[in-house]
């Protein structure tokens, strides 16, 4: 309770979603004793140097991948045409609709594993001698690494990432927006066949996205199965640690220009206030 308490006081002063950066600092905070627990073992020689800088230089591209997928957009094109208010002629503007490859977030993999980690949880309350067998193959069998297991992340992934999708956009409401302001997209009417449109690019890219998400939760997993590397190397703590790094420095730059703004606002008046005495 306290922790999202202290959640939703730093999202109320604007540093940025709370939750999202708890989790991010239990995440970062564990990093150090991991690497430092792999470097011992390489010391040992209990993993070779070879696949310790393997390690090394796929999360430096998991990392680089994450950011390119993440501040990829898919911008269609707005056309207002001209207008008379008054006397005044307006000329006609051209606008962007963006549209995130990746719409759903992170938001896809925390509730997939969450949902998986659901039944061993529901084990580990009871006494694991008194499990049916059926009930320990199926524990067995969504260990990390499984077959099972992996088939099931990968398709929730794939279908959070369309219903989160679903819910945090409806193109109807953006298409009647665009109505609204006389704004439309080359080639489509306004109203329906706008919306149609959009629906239609946005499930297109959000096919790309889901299977963007199902590499980068999958790789990680196939190789700490394969190889047995100690490392915490999971997609879902990549993309939530990289997803809020970029999303407080997007804050950060936004309150600096906030700020920026305020401070020539407020010069310009005192400099009208003094040529107006």
């Known amino acids: 309770m306290f922790l ?6 730093i999202t ?24 430092s627990g792999t470097l011992e073992l390489g010391r040992t020689g209990a993993l070779s140097t070879g696949l310790i800088l393997a390690v090394i230089v796929l999360a430096v591209v998991l990392i680089a991948v994450i950011v390119f997928f993440e501040r990829a957009q898919r911008r269609l094109l707005i056309q207002y045409p001209k207008r008379q208010v008054g006397n ?57 690494g499984q077959p099972l297991y992996m088939s099931l992340y990968a398709g929730m992934i794939i279908f959070f990432a369309f219903f989160y999708t679903a819910i945090v956009f409806n193109p109807k409401d953006t298409a009647d927006q ?6 439309f997209i080359p080639g489509y ?9 959009i629906d239609y690019v946005l499930t297109r890219i959000t ?21 047995g590397v100690p490392f915490y190397l999971g997609g879902t703590s990549l993309l939530i640690v990289v997803n809020v790094t970029l999303d407080t420095v997007a804050q950060i730059q936004g309150h600096l220009i906030a700020h920026q703004y305020e401070g020539l606002i407020k010069k310009s008046k005192l400099r009208g206030g003094k040529r107006g005495r």
């Not at 962007?96 to 998986?116: C, D, E, Q, R, Y």
């Not at 061993?120 to 069998?141: D, K, V």
Request: glycine residues 12%; aromatic residues 8%; proline residues 7%.
């Open 189 to 197: 009417r306004p109203g329906e066949r706008t919306a149609e449109y």
């Open 178 to 183: 665009l109505k609204k302001h006389s704004g």
């Open 12 to 35: 109320a002063r604007g540093i940025g979603n709370g939750i999202s950066l708890i989790i991010f600092a239990g995440i970062v905070a564990g990093l150090p004793s991991a690497i």
């Open 4 to 9: 999202m308490w202290l959640g939703e006081q």
């Open 88 to 144: 005044r002629m307006f000329q006609g503007d051209t606008s962007h609709l963006p549209l995130k490859l990746n719409t759903s977030g992170v938001i896809p993999p925390i509730f997939a594993s969450s949902l998986l980690l659901l039944p061993a949880t529901f084990a580990g309350f009871a006494n694991t001698t008194t499990l049916p067998t059926w009930a320990s193959g199926l524990m067995a069998a969504l260990g990390h």
């Open 207 to 227: 096919v790309i996205g889901a299977a963007y998400l199902v590499v980068i939760c999958l790789i990680p997993e196939f190789l700490i199965s394969a190889t």
